[in-house]
């Protein structure tokens, strides 16, 4: 059983920058690849960022790259989600989620364990 734990989230004017960080306890955190996914308000949880069990291969939705960043560091079990030039429209919960695809996936489905999420608030 895996344990994930995010932290990081706020408030923040458009234009502003947050780094969100999940920690991983549990289970041997380079088995699995991770992701980031979010839900607005009103909307459905969508796909956001994913990164492979040793960080060589990233994916991203279109409408985040070349703003967000996903990386990890397996020796503090962590996954991080940089964030630059926010916009209104990435206000969300923020949910970190770990896969038994060690490449990392950007389906819902293949992710077995969730976060509890962190709310970021990005003002226009």
């Known amino acids: 059983q895996v344990q994930l734990v995010e932290s990081g989230g706020g408030l923040v004017q458009a234009g502003g920058s947050l780094r969100l960080s999940c920690a991983a306890s549990?289970?041997?955190?380079?088995?699995?690849?991770m992701g980031w996914f979010r839900q607005a308000p009103g909307k459905e949880r969508e796909f956001v960022a994913a990164?492979?069990?040793?960080?060589?291969?990233?994916f991203y939705r279109d409408s985040v790259k070349g703003r967000f960043t996903i990386s990890r560091d397996n020796a503090k079990n962590t996954v991080y989600l940089q964030m630059n030039s926010l916009k209104p429209e990435d206000t969300a919960v923020y949910y970190c989620a770990a896969s038994g695809r060690i490449s990392g996936s950007s389906l819902e489905y293949e992710y077995r364990y969730w976060g509890q999420g962190t709310q970021v608030t990005v003002s226009s």
């Open positions: 990164i492979s069990w040793a960080g060589g291969t990233t």
């Open positions: 549990g289970g041997t955190f380079r088995n699995y690849g």
